[in-house]
């Protein structure tokens, strides 16, 4: 490819136009919508997304089941998750997210355990809900002390039309526990996402119905739940402890390292604080009709953000929290410099680009560029308008936005721009480590982390730096370089 990288939007739109010439013309009339360069004025970033993938290319999305199951309920700690269906999807999705969480694994803890029906031709056909009903009974005799159970379903039982939530009802009235039937068969919508919408709905039909069957819950003036933090690798321990600093009170934690009380409380909360918003946004609109709480979102990754982030939430509650969030951050500025001053010399402006998931694409960027380095590109897998509408205002004008991009659409962009660095999940990380371009697995940090928070910053900075500056990239060609 030859392309004169002279101006970022000349260039990208150079890029864009190549990119798609290899398609046939019908691809590349639908895979042009979702490619374009920030900056044009367009609210949204001037891009399609939330649309069914194209046949044929190698998207990287997950299924309805992975938004359920591998999101938003696997991480609730006390209760038994069963995947309903074929072992393989249990199987694929099994602890890998790194939903850091306490408690002793099983005995009152389950996160890191696979439950499957492990579904077989002879369920097909005569269906599955007897082997529920004997799942379901097998789990309260090994597990009595699992707080409840979610049954989420894969492909199969919606194609046969099981029904769980009968089996649910029956079962919960005999165990005395709840059990949430989830209709999340990967089949449904076109990625993960509506899998995030549908957990959501199950909480709000099946565990907010049980809010007032134990007792009266204490509450105070400064209780927050913080949503979509999924504890990867720590993160949501490191953002409660500034909260709880500040003189906050979190009350519960969705869902990392959550508990099936604590869902049942989050309505007393005064403030919902969604880190997550892709998966999070559906159940705190909920909570704010029904129940008037009212919700913000808040991005806790890097120094400027989050400083931003707890001033904007102490907003809310009075001269008691606000001077907490000052306290909180005259306390760890001067770690953040330092941290600054130690790393931004070793990455400013180096380049980088950016495919992940729910928020990742618009959150880091603001870290990136407290350490001086520059985004180049930025995409999302499953966003929808209202994403990228929020992404608009983080990019800077030039950058290549990208939604749903395609194997080859990311690996020839890479070959383009020649990043310094790239942050994307797993699937892609082999494949561009192979290009010689260094990468960080931004879905679940490498087995690093937290990356929240001000201690969160240093381990980022670190990471980022290993990343970029191994030696190891000098003793290889990248295979444009061979």
């Known amino acids: 490819m030859s392309l004169d990288y002279t101006n970022d939007r000349e260039f990208h739109e150079q890029l864009i136009e190549e990119v798609l010439s290899h398609y046939p013309e019908k691809a590349a009339k639908r895979r042009r919508k979702h490619l374009n360069i920030a900056g044009d004025g367009t609210s949204d970033c001037g891009v399609k997304s939330n649309i069914k993938s194209m046949p044929g290319v190698m998207t990287v999305r997950g299924c309805a089941y992975a938004g359920s199951k591998g999101v938003v309920w696997g991480p609730v700690k006390d209760m038994v998750h069963i995947s309903h269906g074929p072992v393989g999807c249990g199987q694929y999705s099994w602890a890998q997210r790194r939903n850091y969480y306490t408690g002793t694994t ?195 990754f890097g120094p400027s953000r989050i400083a931003l982030s707890l001033r904007h939430i102490a907003s809310f509650f009075d001269d008691t929290i606000k001077e907490g969030a000052e306290r909180v951050i005259e306390k760890y500025t001067p770690m953040a410099n330092a941290v600054v001053e130690r790393f931004k010399p070793r990455l400013e402006g180096k380049k980088v680009m950016l495919y992940v998931g729910g928020l990742r694409p618009r959150h880091m960027i603001n870290a990136f560029e407290d350490l001086g380095m520059q985004i180049v590109g930025a995409g999302y897998e499953f966003a929808h308008k209202d994403d990228y509408q929020r992404t608009a205002s983080h990019v800077k004008d030039g950058t290549l936005i990208y939604d749903d991009a395609t194997a080859f659409e990311l690996e020839k962009f890479i070959e383009a721009i020649r990043p310094d660095l790239v942050g994307s999940g797993i699937k892609e990380k082999y494949p561009i480590q192979k290009m010689g371009v260094p990468f960080r697995q931004v879905h679940s940090w490498d087995y690093s982390g937290p990356y929240h928070g001000y201690d969160g910053f240093a381990i980022f900075a670190r990471d980022m730096d290993l990343a970029i500056n191994n030696p190891v990239w000098g003793m290889l060609k990248a295979p444009w370089a061979a």
Request: charged share 30%; glycine share 10%.
């Open 106 to 300: 099983g005995i009152d803890t389950f996160g890191t355990m696979q439950f499957t029906s492990d579904y077989q031709e002879r369920d097909i056909v005569f269906g599955g809900d007897k082997k529920l009903r004997e799942i379901i009974d097998e789990i309260e005799m090994l597990f009595p002390l699992a707080k409840g159970i979610s049954v989420q379903s894969e492909c199969p039982v919606g194609l046969i039309g099981d029904d769980i939530e009968a089996v649910s009802k029956e079962k919960s009235a005999e165990i005395g526990k709840p059990i949430v039937p989830v209709r999340c068969e990967g089949f449904r919508g076109v990625s993960q996402s509506l899998g995030h919408h549908i957990a959501n709905d199950t909480i709000r039909d099946w565990v907010f119905s049980r809010e007032d069957e134990h007792g009266a819950f204490e509450s105070t003036p400064y209780d927050v739940v913080v949503i979509g933090d999924y504890n990867i690798g720590g993160d949501a321990w490191s953002s409660r402890r500034l909260l709880e600093e500040m003189g906050l009170r979190v009350i519960a934690q969705w869902t990392g390292d959550s508990t099936l009380a604590e869902l049942e409380r989050a309505p007393k909360a005064k403030l919902n604080l969604i880190h997550c918003y892709r998966s999070m946004n559906y159940i705190s609109r909920h909570m704010e009709e029904k129940y008037g709480t009212p919700w913000t979102e808040f991005n806790f």
